[in-house]
């Protein structure tokens, strides 16, 4: 028994999928202590964007702590915060028109969410928030309030309040996904909210991933982004986009709505935002809805990581010219062409995703862990998703050499060939 089955606690769940012990990683590829290497398809759930110890990214943090640059400072200002803050308003805002203010919390995806669902509440006045079927949105109560999977909302040992879950909008319908969602479903709801006498009252705020990564890669269609951002401009709610997963370039555009046509009150960031894997969670928030916020009202001791924010602002040069999201669109298309032969073998498989985020369902979570766990024998780090984890969720750093890609994607291809042909 390793010291990890001795003494960690039995929570642990991705050292289970992958056991081994890591001890290097570059780029694209981790290297566990026996020497073996392994091509990373995972990148940290979406936040190695840049690749495993990104040399610019680890270059600016060695300068910095060379220099004694200040590592703790809780939320007071640094040479560090306002070069992040002012490089992301020149690169990311200014050419966006976006008059967002920048609100730091605890570096986790789970404490933006919370920081955005208090706000939101506060601004209206108003309790219930809609979240919808699939989302996930993080751990603590109130982001767990809005997460739909059940396995995780058992955890929580108190009821989970003022959020109602309806059914997303995905751009193509789930194979064997009975759920009357898309369009139809969000007409219906805005009907009922326009119907003085259903019983309903406006909420807060809708809360919407633009793509369910940990719900299983599902794309939600423009038309029903827009609907559901004229919904909540129409009833007075607070529109906030979740692209803690999908954004940071992911989808080939830096935030996963650039070509969406809507314009989110509040955006949640964390995971890539903090480049090299160093913590770090953002919103940006609609300068409107800020001015509800009173000093400290939402603290925490870690608001705003020096190294992250180092880290952060060299990660934000790959967004000066086109150049970086002209190769994950290439890099995107690799992927769904290399993965046609299998989709033409088996017609039971369905690929979905945008971008550099592909989910492959597989059919169910038994069929889907095989493939995990021959992948992992023959060197590829690949996670799932969905219900019942029945989805492959290909996820690699933005940065993966193209040789990287093609040597996974075959070996996950074998993969899923062999486990498919077993299962039939
Ligand atoms: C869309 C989304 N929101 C929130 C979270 C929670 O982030 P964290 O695990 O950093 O709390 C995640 C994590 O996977 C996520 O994918």
């Known amino acids: 028994m390793n010291i990890f089955e001795q003494r960690e606690s039995s929570i642990r769940a991705y050292s289970r999928v992958y056991p081994t012990v890591f001890a290097k990683a570059q780029n694209a590829r981790q290297t566990d202590e026996n020497g073996k290497e392994y091509i990373d398809f995972f990148a940290g759930a979406g936040v190695l964007n840049f690749g495993h110890n990104n040399p610019r990214m680890k270059q600016a943090l060695i300068d910095y702590l060379q220099d004694d640059g200040v590592l703790h400072s809780l939320d007071m200002q640094t040479t560090a915060k306002a070069k992040f803050m002012e490089r992301y308003t020149e690169v990311i805002l200014q050419p966006r ?142 529109l906030i986009v979740d692209d803690i997963q999908v954004g940071c370039g992911r989808t080939g555009n830096y935030f996963s709505f650039d070509d969406l046509d809507i314009e989110p009150d509040i955006v949640c960031l964390a995971k890539g935002i903090g480049g090299i894997g160093t913590p770090l969670a953002m919103n940006l928030v609609h300068p409107d809805l800020d001015r509800h916020w009173s000093p400290g009202e939402h603290t925490g001791t870690f608001r705003g990581q020096n190294l992250s924010f180092v880290a952060g602002t060299e990660a934000l040069s790959y967004f000066e010219t086109p150049e970086f999201m002209e190769q994950v669109a290439a890099k995107a298309d690799v992927m769904r062409e290399h993965l046609q032969p299998l989709l033409k073998s088996d017609s039971s498989l369905q690929l979905r995703g945008k971008g550099m985020i592909l989910g492959l369902d597989v059919g169910n979570g038994e069929r889907a862990a095989a493939v995990v766990k021959r992948c992992f024998e023959d060197g590829l780090l690949l ?31 074998d993969a899923v060939r062999a486990v498919m042909e077993e299962a039939a």
């Open 97 to 238: 028109n976006m008059p967002h203010r920048m609100q730091f919390m605890g570096p986790t995806g789970t404490n933006a969410v919370e920081a955005a669902l208090k706000l939101a509440r506060r601004a209206t006045g108003r309790n219930e928030v809609v979240a919808f079927s699939h989302g996930f949105h993080g751990m603590t109560l109130g982001a767990l309030a809005a997460t739909a999977n059940q396995y995780f909302r058992n955890a929580s040992g108190v009821p989970l309040l003022h959020v109602r879950h309806e059914p997303f909008g995905c751009e193509v319908q789930c194979r064997g996904c009975e759920a009357n969602c898309g369009i139809g479903a969000l007409q219906s709801l805005a009907a009922r909210y326009r119907d003085s006498s259903s019983g309903m009252a406006p909420p807060a705020a809708f809360l919407v991933e633009t793509i369910q990564a940990e719900g299983g890669v599902n794309v939600a269609s423009k038309e029903w982004m827009k609907a559901l951002a004229a919904l909540a401009k129409e009833l007075g709610s607070v």
């Open 383 to 413: 996670a799932t998703c969905g219900t019942g984890g029945r989805v492959l969720k290909l996820i690699p750093p933005l940065t993966i050499p193209e040789a990287d890609l093609l040597q996974g994607l075959g070996i996950m291809s």
